[in-house]
């Protein structure tokens, strides 16, 4: 029965396609190595599917690799597990990329890894997405990273999401950036954290809107300072407030200003008060106006002193009044002359009286005339001592008669008699003659002695009422009966003599 084994090498190479494949599989199996190998290619390929998948394994691993590629797909296909995983690396790379497309999900997955890894990197490529799909997490790790970048778009989506995360970081990070986009919401959140690590930066910023909103909070909170950086505006845009909120504060510091500029405000308001903290000086002036208004008060009291300094003028005066309330006294101390100056009228109103008396003597004297005009009388009344004498005369001077009126008898006395004297422009009246002159010693408006509240008249050291002119003439009759008997003693004979007709009778 076995005469197949005696038959020469050279002439089983010699027998006809139709008589190889008339050969019983019992024959067939009975075939030396030497006679497997001898066969022909076109004699292989005639060999029936029967016979292929009867073949002792170690003939099937001693094929030369010219029959192997020469074996027609439906021959590849009639392999048993068992023989496809008997095939030399050798083998396994010779095989054509219609015969590896060919193959059974069963026998991918049959394969050993060292033979997966064998594979050229054209068939890998030519491998359909239901076989990627059917290869062991073994498997798809023990490839490298050169058939790794080979695989098309379409193959690596089809990975399943157990695979991804079996992938070695090594893999990961030599995937195409097109591939990496074409990899599916549900996979990139299947990669591990150590993975998602790896990404080249390349990569992290090749990822489609989509999948960077797709990764689980924890991946992203995984990423290298470095990816974070490199990640598109667009994408830094479309990332869930959550995963926003996940990120370290190492990487929220490491975000570029471009992309800290590119976030929504919806995602600025997510932030966590220890990352609002942690952003660079730099990253904080980069903020949008809008970005900026649209902070929680809770994130804008956790700005450090520093990083409240150093915002544009712009993105201060953008704050919402809610916010400019909401700042602790220690930061709206910190701001630089230059941003109390640029506050609105509406946020220096917004003020409460505790930061109005937290703000340095330098500050308050950088505020607007228009600023310290539109200030509220409550907070007025709230500036401290040593700020009340350290406002320029200039803004003394813008204050409305309301304002003049709402400043604390306390504090009216502890203005230096530069200020007192800086309450308007200097002009008096002389009313017996009609005659305007100018008055070196006073300049407070007539409408303002005259809005002064009489406890505040009555307030006055007697320094202040005796450097009253032409204004003694102007006060209300009200504010005269109310002067101390002390401030009438005090008075120069001149301000005695400028009294109205009616008073100094």
């Avoid at 003939?59 to 192997?68: D, E, G, K, L």
């Avoid at 992938?167 to 599916?184: E, L, T, V, Y």
């Amino acid at each position: 029965m076995y005469v197949i084994l005696n038959i020469q090498s050279q002439n089983i190479n010699a027998m006809s396609s139709q008589n190889i494949n008339a050969i019983s599989s019992e024959n067939i199996n009975a075939m030396s190595s030497q006679n497997i190998i001898a066969v022909s290619s076109q004699n292989i390929n005639a060999m029936s599917s029967q016979n292929i998948d009867t073949m002792l394994y170690q003939n099937i691993s001693a094929m030369s690799s010219q029959n192997i590629d020469a074996m027609s797909s439906q021959n590849i296909n009639a392999m048993s597990s068992q023989h496809i995983n008997a095939m030399s690396s050798q083998n396994i790379n010779a095989m054509s990329s219609q015969n590896i497309k060919a193959m059974s999900p069963q026998n991918i997955n049959a394969m050993a890894p060292q033979n997966i890894n064998a594979m050229s990197s054209q068939n890998i490529d030519a491998m359909s997405s239901q076989n990627i799909n059917a290869m062991s997490s073994q498997n798809i790790n023990a490839m490298s990273s050169q058939h790794i970048n080979a695989m098309s778009s379409q193959n690596i989506n089809a990975v399943s999401s157990q695979n991804i995360k079996a992938m070695s970081p090594q893999n990961i990070n030599a995937m195409a950036p097109q591939n990496i986009n074409a990899m599916s919401s549900q996979n990139i959140d299947a990669m591990s954290s150590q993975n998602i690590n790896a990404m080249s930066s390349q990569n992290i910023n090749a990822m489609s809107s989509q999948n960077i909103d797709a990764m689980l909070s924890q991946n992203i909170n995984a990423m290298s300072s470095q990816n974070i950086n490199t990640m598109s505006s667009q994408n830094i845009v479309t990332m869930y407030s959550q995963n926003i909120n996940a990120m370290s504060s190492q990487n929220i510091n490491a975000m570029s200003s471009q992309n800290i500029n590119a976030m929504s405000s919806q995602n600025i308001n997510a932030m966590s008060s220890q990352n609002i903290n942690a952003m660079s000086s730099q990253n904080i002036n980069a903020m949008s106006s809008q970005n900026i208004n649209a902070m929680s008060s809770q994130n804008i009291n956790a700005m450090s002193s520093q990083n409240i300094n150093t915002m544009s003028s712009q993105n201060i005066n953008a704050m919402s009044s809610q916010n400019i309330n909401a700042m602790s006294s220690q930061n709206i101390n910190a701001m630089s002359s230059q941003n109390i100056n640029a506050l609105s009228s509406q946020n220096i109103n917004a003020m409460s009286s505790q930061n109005i008396n937290a703000m340095s003597s330098q500050n308050i004297n950088a505020m607007s005339s228009q600023n310290i005009d539109t200030m509220s009388s409550q907070n007025i009344n709230a500036v401290s001592f040593q700020n009340i004498d350290a406002m320029s005369s200039q803004n003394i001077n813008a204050m409305s008669s309301q304002n003049i009126n709402a400043i604390s008898s306390q504090n009216i006395d502890a203005m230096s008699s530069q200020n007192i004297n800086a309450m308007s422009e200097e002009y008096s009246t002389f009313i017996a003659k009609r005659q305007r002159y100018v008055n070196t010693v006073l300049n407070i408006q007539s409408q303002n002695i005259n809005a002064m509240s009489s406890q505040n008249i009555n307030a006055m050291s007697s320094q202040n009422i005796q450097r009253f002119s032409q204004n003694i003439n102007a006060m209300s009759s009200q504010n005269i009966d109310a002067m101390s008997s002390q401030n009438i003693n005090a008075m120069s004979s001149q301000n005695i003599n400028a009294m109205s007709v009616e008073y100094s009778t």
